[in-house]
């Protein structure tokens, strides 16, 4: 589903990613974790897209064609969706408009017809209650004066809607109550299929319990470390990350 | 970024959809002004005496007044002598009975606009005026007017068929003196339209004009006048396009709106005259005088206006608010691209007590486009507790255009309250990448930003308007992305 290669990304001279490697299976789930600033939310912006990082090296393949050569909405047309760490505010545009948009976008790539208001609706609506999320909210604009966890909810909302086939999920799990992780757990699981890949950015082990992950990287200083499986995260939770960048550094 | 701003200069280039001369044959004055050419425009027209005198009037008092001095806008300067003040189609000497006797390539014209004269009348149950050029084309559902005794025609048939209501009302919300643009236009105003509702009535149908310059050197000079009698409830919409031309166009009109006690005139404009190229060159000169009276106790006049088009806009709808209890409302949405210059506004004039008025303008700029909001609140004495609230917003995409905001408020009267916001926001970087990233191109997402931004706008605009509206600002921001 998707191959890293010795990515190198640089932002503002600066370089933030050093040669990371990794591979996603179709079916999978990997988890990624590692210190502040280790460049997590960069990896993820790369992935999806944001033109203010430059890649210097390296590539990345999506379903066996180069990802870094495609417009970012020609990814979220492909199935690769970010659910951002800071979902963006968006004044005066409806939120279901957006999503709508969305969805149709997708499903225009696809070549299936477009849905209308009421077709949408209808989909949507299982989805909302799910996540926990009521009509009204529907109507608000995007993000704005959402709380944090509401923030995330929509975002997790847009991708059950949108179902993509490599989701990345930046820090999802970040200020949400006990309630809403699972809420948004559940979500997530719901997506859990054989042929879609995800990635989660999380620095908590507890999400980890209940979205039980395939593989664990951690990511320090640019590159992955370390990897493993669930025990890895439990092992981070206890011992946090000194550690594996010691046995990194010494290795 | 400097990416960013690249892509939001392409993006904000786009091309003139309404850029076509129709061929048809076209009787014109020869361009200059005197006593003479007046004379001959009124004969033309067949018009009363009393017309000839006032035009007349209008146009020695024009004599002795000034251009004004520019509201923040550069222009060029205009030879009044060069401008032809009337052309009519030739085919119109003998005006039309029916829209079958309309000139087809001129229904094509319409069609071109998307102004299906047949179709949308008969589907949106619209009755449309449509002026082209200085002679009223087609008035369709006259009939069905008739019945409900509103009376909707051209101005040159108000002047011959209603003269009594004509000559009451006429330059009574905008006399002659008014401006320099105002005088001039009530001197050689050519055609318009006039709508008179009785006592009581409410019109059962949007009623509607398209106005489109098409003769090279020609100004338009159209003059409107409606009235709504007690208790009457009116909604108006006029279009307005114009060809591509490397010349600049004149064109300034008059409109003058009376509510009389208890009733109710909606009047909505959507203006897309040709603006210029992308390097400024050509385009319409926009120089409007637009004010409504709200005359009687309780009534209301409402202005929206989506202002896309044209070089130079200069107008500003007002509303004078003098009897008790009655409110002015202003919805705008001002685009400026390329080199536009939108210099727009209103003004609120509180006379009468508890009088209250709203404005909520939008602007939005981009390319090397320069939005002027001007308005003015003025508080009489006399208007105990009165209020105003206006909001003011802009918007702007890129960094080589311009948004100003001019707010004038008097008041003289301590019981009143007048509120003024305003704020300033560009379309970021982030939301652009939060749109893409859901699946939307960058035009698309250009689009829903600047159209969630004016919603409160086009909430105001009659439902099949609202769409047109919304296009247009799609069509007026569209570029070759990527
Ligand atoms: N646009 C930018 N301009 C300058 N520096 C940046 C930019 N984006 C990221 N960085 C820097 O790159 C580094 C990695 O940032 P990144 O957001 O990827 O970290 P992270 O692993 O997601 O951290 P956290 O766990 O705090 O979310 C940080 O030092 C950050 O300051
Ligand atoms: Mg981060």
Known sequence: ?251 | MATEQKEITDLVKRKYEHGFVTDIEQEFVPPGLDEGVIRLISQKKGEPEFMTEWRLKAYRHWLTMKEPDWAHVRINPIDYQAISYYAAPKSQEDAPKSLDEVDPKLLETYDKLGIPLHERARLAGVAVDAVFDSVSVATTFKEKLAEAGVIFCSFSDAVKSHPELVRKYLGSVVPHRDNFFAALNSAVFSDGSFVYVPKGVRCPMELSTYFRINAANTGQFERTLIVADEGSHVSYLEGCTAPMRDENQLHAAVVELVALEGAEIKYSTVQNWYPGDEQGVGGIYNFVTKRGECRGANSKISWTQVETGSAITWKYPSCVLRGENSVGEFYSVAVANNYQQADTGTKMIHIGANTRSTIISKGISAGHGQNAYRGLVRVLPTARSARNYTQCDSLLLGDKCGAHTFPYIESRERSARVEHEATTSKISEDQLFYCRQRGLSEEDAVNMIVNGFCREVFKELPMEFAVEAQNLLNVTLEGAVG
């Open chain 1, 1 to 251: 589903m998707l191959t890293i290669e010795n990515l190198h990304v640089a932002v503002e001279e600066r370089e933030i990613l050093k040669g990371l490697d990794l591979s996603v299976n179709a079916g999978e789930i990997h988890a990624i974790m590692g210190p502040n600033g280790s460049g997590k939310s960069t990896l993820a912006q790369v992935l999806a897209g944001k033109d203010s990082y430059s890649v210097t090296q390296g590539r990345v393949l999506y379903r066996g064609e180069d990802l870094l050569d495609m417009e970012p909405e020609e990814r979220a047309r492909r199935g690769v969706f970010l659910a951002f760490q800071y979902p963006t505010e968006i004044p005066g545009v409806n939120n279901a408009y957006l999503l709508k948009a969305a969805l149709n976008a997708r499903r225009e790539a696809d070549g299936e017809p477009q849905v209308d208001a009421f077709e949408f609706m209808r989909l949507i609506r299982s989805r909302m209650e799910l996540m926990n999320i009521s009509k009204e909210f529907l109507n608000r604009s995007v993000n704005e004066g959402f709380s944090g966890g509401e923030k995330k909810r929509n975002e997790i909302l847009q991708m059950l809607v949108l179902e993509p086939s490599l989701a990345v999920l930046d820090e999802t799990d970040s200020g949400l109550d006990v309630d809403a992780l699972k809420i948004v757990a559940a979500g997530v699981n719901s997506l859990r299929s054989d042929d879609r890949a995800m990635v989660l950015v999380t620095h908590y082990e507890r999400l980890l319990e209940l979205i039980v992950p395939d593989h664990v990287h951690v990511l320090s200083d640019g590159r992955i470390v370390k990897s493993g499986d669930r025990e890895l995260a439990r092992e981070l939770d206890a011992r946090g990350y000194d550690w594996v960048q010691q046995e990194a550094a010494s290795a």
